[in-house]
């Protein structure tokens, strides 16, 4: 049993996040959430996690990130949810057309969310 990413959306800590694309992808189930560190983190992902990201590996491996949505949705990942404004202040459209292509929720987290919020 898990969350679906419509709910997580709904809780008071996501007030201020934002769907940026994917959004025929909120019925998706979470199941637990995993965190995207290095660019061979996709290796670990398991299927049904909420992938999250601080964005410096966007920002560090652009060419690499091109495909980060691809490699996310062939290991049966939920979503990606990727802190906006410290590293970068937004995704490139790669990232966002590919995602809504694949019905793949992305969701920008404001610089302010920490995992005490």
Same mark, same amino acid.
């Given at each position: ?6 709910? %997580? ?20 189930t979470v199941e ?5 560190? +290095? =660019? #061979?983190? =996709?290796?670990?992902? =398991?299927?049904? =996690? ?9 920002? #560090?491996? *652009?060419d690499w990130s ?11 990942? +939920?979503g990606l949810a990727?802190? %906006?404004?410290?590293?970068? #202040?937004?995704? *490139? #459209?790669? %990232? ?14 404001? *610089? ?6």
């Open positions: 049993m898990g969350i679906l990413i419509k709910s %997580i959306l709904e809780l008071p800590v996501m007030e201020q996040a934002r769907l940026l694309a994917g959004a025929s992808g909120l019925q998706r637990g959430i995993s965190l995207l560190e +290095s =660019t #061979d983190s =996709t290796r670990y992902l =398991t299927k049904n =996690t909420l992938v999250l990201n601080n964005s410096q590996l966007i920002k #560090d491996h *652009p091109m495909n980060l949505i691809y490699a996310l949705h062939k290991k049966g990942c +939920s990727v802190k %906006i404004g410290r590293h970068i #202040d937004s995704l *490139p #459209d790669p %990232i966002l057309s590919s995602a809504e292509k694949l019905g793949f929720p992305v969701i920008a987290l404001p *610089p302010n969310v920490s995992p005490q919020s």
